[in-house]
C-alpha cells in the first residue's frame, strides 16, 4: 500500500477515536480502496462501523437510497449524487460520518459521461454546521491505479479534518 495512504489512514482512525466518532464508507471508482486503508490500522474496529463498494448505480439506488432522479438529472458523477451517497452510508451505518466517491478513472468515458480523470468526493458529519462538504476533482492522464490511490487519499485527509 502507498505510503501516503496508510498515513493518511492512520491519522484519519487516530482522529476518529480521540472524537469518539464512526465512520462508513460509499465508494465507487476507488473500489474499496478508502475502506481498505482504515481497516489496515490496528484498532479500526473502534470507529469503522460499514463500508459499501457500490459501483453499478443499481448499487447506489438500492443499497445507499440513491434516487434514480438524481442520477438522471446530474450524472452518476456528481457532486449531488456522491452527497447523497454519503448521507445514505452515514443513515444506514448509523454512523457519525461517512466518505463518499465516484468517479472515471478510465480507460475511456462513455458518450455523455464526464472525461476520464473527473472524480467527486464527499465527506459528511451529522450534525455539523456544514454537514456534507463536497468537490470534484479533474486529473486528465493520470494512471487508473495512481488516481484511486491520490483520491483514497485525498479522502482520508479531508476525513482526518472533519473530526476537528
Known amino acids: 500500500m502507498d505510503s501516503n495512504l496508510e498515513l493518511a489512514a492512520f491519522a484519519a482512525v487516530k482522529n476518529l477515536q480521540a472524537a469518539g466518532l464512526t465512520v462508513a464508507t460509499a465508494e ?10 482504515i481497516t ?17 448505480n443499481e448499487a447506489k439506488i438500492s443499497e445507499l437510497n440513491v434516487l434514480p432522479a438524481l442520477i438522471d438529472e446530474h450524472g452518476v ?5 456522491v452527497a447523497a451517497m454519503a448521507a445514505g452510508a452515514m443513515r444506514r451505518a ?14 475511456t468515458a462513455a458518450e ?12 459528511a458529519r451529522r450534525g455539523a454546521a456544514r454537514p456534507v462538504h463536497t468537490e ?3 486529473l486528465p492522464g493520470m494512471p487508473r491505479n495512481a488516481l484511486r490511490t491520490y483520491i483514497a487519499t485525498k479522502v482520508l485527509t479531508l476525513l482526518a479534518g472533519a473530526t476537528q
Open 112 to 123: 455523455g459521461e464526464p472525461p476520464v480523470g473527473t472524480v467527486c468526493l464527499a465527506v
Open 28 to 37: 465507487s471508482c476507488t473500489g474499496g480502496l478508502i475502506a481498505a486503508a
Open 40 to 56: 489496515g490500522v490496528p484498532g479500526a474496529s473502534s470507529i469503522f462501523k460499514y463500508g459499501w463498494v457500490t459501483y453499478c
Open 94 to 107: 448509523g454512523a457519525e460520518l461517512a466518505v463518499a466517491v465516484s468517479g472515471n478513472a478510465g480507460p
Open 136 to 138: 470534484t476533482v479533474f
Open 77 to 81: 458523477v456528481s457532486e449531488p449524487v
